[in-house]
């Protein structure tokens, strides 16, 4: 049974920093696009990074230069580095697995994390 599950997530005043993780289990990952999302309170869901399985990286705007995504084969592991966060980051963090390459776009992942909460305020 494939499985994700993401840790990480809390409370922090703006400009701290976090680091989210994302254990997988029940396959081989690493030939898998691997994302993350979030959805705040009230919005919809949508694309924070991706690591695609070749390698490359891709951010939405509001995250560039701040956020950075990795992962570690060996442990079947993902990561969102999280630095210089601002109240507009809060919300349920959800790391994703897709066998497509080169999507952003949630109905396109078939594996989906319990989500962990990130909340900035001061």
């Known amino acids: 049974q494939r499985q994700l599950v993401e840790s990480g997530g809390g409370l922090v005043q703006p400009g701290a920093s976090l680091r989210l993780s994302c254990a997988a289990s029940g396959d081989t990952f690493s030939t898998y696009t691997m994302a993350w999302f979030r959805q705040a309170p009230g919005k919809e869901r949508e694309f924070v990074a991706v690591l695609w399985s070749i390698g490359s990286t891709a951010y939405v705007d509001s995250v560039k230069g701040r956020f950075a995504v990795s992962r570690d084969n060996a442990k079947n592991m993902v990561f969102l580095q999280m630095n210089s966060l601002k109240p507009e980051d809060t919300g349920v963090y959800y790391c994703?697995?897709?066998?497509?390459?080169?999507?952003?776009?949630?109905?396109?992942?078939?594996?989906w994390g319990q989500g962990t909460q990130v909340t900035v305020s001061s």
């Open positions: 994703a697995a897709s066998e497509r390459l080169f999507t952003t776009t949630p109905g396109d992942y078939n594996y």
